[in-house]
């Protein structure tokens, strides 16, 4: 990785149900982001869903000679974003 530079890292995060069914993509966003943590709720708003994290896998890819991608997958339970969690 001789010669990488680490300021042009893409950040992705990507949102899957219990089934591996990719429910959000969000891509080449240019500044690093706190993910989700086991357990807690996320609300993707262009679905109006709720997903109970159940795991995060980081990926870094290389993307060319020069760029890299750190890819965040998040997976979970689907369910209606307005259920309380209990």
Avoid: C
Avoid at 1 to 10: A, L, P, R, S, T
Avoid at 53 to 80: A, K, L, W
């Amino acid at each position: 990785m001789q010669g990488m530079d680490v300021n042009k890292i893409e950040h992705h995060l990507e949102f899957y149900n219990a089934n591996g069914k990719q429910l959000e993509h969000y891509g080449n966003m240019a500044n690093a982001f706190i993910p989700p943590r086991k357990g807690e709720r996320v609300i993707l708003g262009t679905r109006k869903l709720a997903l109970d994290v159940t795991r995060v896998d980081h990926e870094f890819v290389e993307i060319s000679d020069f760029r890299i991608g750190h890819v965040v997958r998040v997976h979970g339970n689907e369910m209606p974003w307005f259920t309380s969690k209990v």
